[in-house]
């Protein structure tokens, strides 16, 4: 009960066994120590932390001690969206200023051994697509292959940028984060972005909805 299969829908061979996780946010405000221990009590092997103001930062690097203390790997780090539209941006200081962000949230990954990175290419309606968010891509995909961690793209709302994404970079440092909740959301539901792009499977959001919003 305490691991997950999870195989390709169209990459047999990619099939592979993972400590089952979950978010080390669920819901209650509590120190990040005891969120880690109450997740290992229930059975959990693994988590995922958010990168973001949200969590306070002082506590980044004790990370890994505490999530060994408490039994568990993390798998991966989610990094903050909001701006993520300016990854298109046709202002290039903007785009360099949100890609070194990037570059720096993976440089943390790195230094503190988390494997991979989550992160947003669109938010809402936007963006419109450009070569300047495929550059922007391409140079967190290299700087991901320079560190050692591979930059998971997520799916949301307009889940043509993030397929893409896939289709122009072909990286093995660029991987997929598939979002089963976010995809609800689409006309026909779930599992079309996962049959497409499975063999770059990297990070799974498995999660639900109601079918009308992201909640």
């Not at 079309?192 to 999660?207: D, E, K, M, N, P």
């Amino acid at each position: 009960q305490n691991t997950l299969t999870l195989q390709a829908m169209d990459a047999p061979a990619m099939s592979r066994t993972l400590p089952l996780a979950i978010f080390s946010w669920f819901g209650y405000r509590l120190p990040m120590r005891d969120r880690l221990a109450m997740i290992r009590a229930a059975g959990f092997k693994a988590t995922s932390v958010w990168w973001g103001a949200e969590e306070d930062p002082a506590i980044w690097h004790d990370l890994p001690a505490m999530a060994r203390d408490a039994g568990l790997e993390i798998d991966n780090a989610h990094v903050p969206f909001e701006d993520c539209n300016t990854l298109w941006s046709d202002s290039e200081p903007e785009r360099i200023k949100l890609v070194n962000q990037h570059l720096q949230w993976l440089d943390d990954c790195a230094r503190i051994g988390i494997p991979r990175m989550v992160f947003h290419v669109s938010k809402g309606d936007g963006p419109e697509l450009n070569r300047h968010g495929i550059a922007s891509v391409i140079q967190i995909a290299q700087a991901a292959a320079d560190r050692g961690v591979v930059a998971a793209v997520e799916n949301t709302m307009r889940a043509e940028v993030c397929a893409k994404v896939l289709a122009e970079i072909d990286m093995p440092s660029l991987g997929f984060c598939y979002d089963s909740s976010h995809e609800n959301l689409k006309p026909g539901g779930s599992g079309h972005l996962l049959a497409q792009w499975g063999h770059r499977l990297a990070v799974t959001h498995l999660s639900d909805n109601e079918g009308l919003e992201d909640r």
